[in-house]
Structures are given as C-alpha cells and as structure tokens.
C-alpha cells in the first residue's frame, strides 16, 4: 500500500508558546518536518518559527522563503509561492507527514492557504489538514479585557494593508470591528476612528505575549507618530449601553 502523504497547516497562535493547542503541538511533534516560513531577508527566527522551537529540536524544522509582504511585483510573490510547493512537495515525497507552522489560524489570513494551493497542484494526492490556532484578535482580548461580541451583534475582521476604506464601512455599523495589519496605516485608522466616533473603548495590540509586548487605547494613535509594527491588531467594540443582555 502506498504511503500517505499529508501536509498539516498547525496554527501556531499569536506568538506565546503557551497559547499553541495540544493538538497542535502533537501534530508538530508527530510530523516529520516542520515548515516555518521566513522573508528572504530574515536574520533569525521568525514568530512561528520561535514558537515552534518551544515544543520540537531545531533538528526537524526547514525555513522557506516566502515573499511574505510582497504586494506590488505579483511575478516575484508567484515565483516565491512556486519555489516553496516544490521545496514542500520534495518534503513530502522524502517523509509522508510534513507540518506548517503558521502564526496565528492556518484558515484565517495565512500563507498556508497558498502554500496547499500549490502543493496539491503538484502531489493531487497529498491530504490537506488544519490544526485551528488561535488568533491576534483573541489573545488581545483576553489581554485587553475587550469584549469582542455579546447577543446579536455581528464581528467584522478587516486587514488593512488595501487601504482604510473597508474598515471605515465597517465601523459606520453597530458590530464590533477587529483591523488587522494597520501598522502602516495607522494614521488613516486613528481618523477613521474619530470619524464613525469609534475611538472610546479601541484598544491595539502589537507582539502579543513577546517581551515587546504593547498593548494601548486607541485613542494614541493620533497622538504617536512613531512607526507601528506591521502586525498590530485593533478592537473596536461594538456600541453598547451596558444594560446586561441587552444585545439578546
């Protein structure tokens, strides 16, 4: 009988080792590589691999390039996406089980998305498999104390890194609203804030659970013109009266 192959994408959280699921630290440890992805320029570990490392020997884990913030030069990004499947379906065709580990949830903005994409282009026979992670706008939450939803209300999740004109629709409805990716945008999302009058109660996040932590009222983000990390997440709570229940 033919060898299976499979290729599990492992939600590795936002970068606190302890938020990694047991699930997902048993497929990390019974796969028999473990994918990191990493930017061409990278001079150490990146957040998931440095996650990872936590639970399996260095030994086991293969860091492959990807084009990770490449927007403007779509044949570099393809090109990019082109040599990782073919690094990851070598992977597969020598060991049957390899693991992605990717920040955050494999099925929520990920690059393993792509990756799967092109891999079973490649090996149609390959097992595609998620291990859901947790996710930045959870782990800010907890942190924060930002209720994320209650009754009825709706959640709406938007990256940024198009521009603030989805995120400025979103915030014109009553449901909370979550940014991703703003870091670079953040002067746009301060006055979209102001402007749907969003700000009271916002809260960002950037490094969650990393010594570098930083977590603070929307409300700075006008007020900072320092640079945000790229990966800095924002809540804006939907509008409440604090009547218990009320949303119901």
């Known amino acids: 009988m033919p060898r299976m192959t499979r290729l599990i994408g492992v939600g590795v959280g936002p970068g606190d080792p302890e938020l990694v699921t047991v699930k997902g630290v048993n497929a990390l440890r019974d796969a028999a590589a473990v994918v990191v992805p990493v930017m061409e320029d990278a001079t150490g570990p990146g957040r998931a691999e440095a996650t990872v490392l936590h639970y399996v020997d260095a030994a086991k884990v293969v860091r492959i390039v990807f084009a990770l913030n490449e927007r403007s030069d779509h044949a570099r990004r393809e090109a990019a996406w082109d040599a990782a499947g073919q690094q990851v379906a070598e992977l597969l065709r020598q060991h049957g089980t390899v693991a992605f580990a990717t920040i955050g ?55 940024v890194t198009a521009g603030a004109a989805a995120l400025k629709q979103a915030l014109d409805g009553d449901g909370t609203v979550v940014a991703y990716k703003f870091g670079r945008q953040a002067a746009e999302v301060a006055a979209a804030l102001q402007a749907s009058d969003r700000t009271e109660g916002a809260v960002w ?13 929307a409300a700075d983000l006008a007020a900072d013109d320092a640079p945000l990390p790229y990966l800095s997440t924002l809540i804006a709570p939907a509008r409440r009266d604090g009547t218990r229940g009320g949303k119901l």
Not at 118 to 146: H, K, Y
Not at 205 to 217: D, K, T, W
Request: proline share 10%; hydrophobic share 40%; glycine share 8%.
């Open 205 to 217: 996040g950037s490094a969650l659970g990393l010594p570098e932590e930083s977590i603070r009222p």
């Open 105 to 159: 949830d494999p099925n929520v903005y990920s690059t393993f998305t792509y990756l799967a994409a092109t891999v079973t282009g490649l090996l149609p026979e390959v097992r595609v498999e998620t291990v859901p992670g947790i996710t930045a706008m959870q782990d800010l939450a907890a942190r924060s104390g930002a209720v994320l939803t209650e009754g009825t209300e709706p959640l709406t999740l938007v990256p």
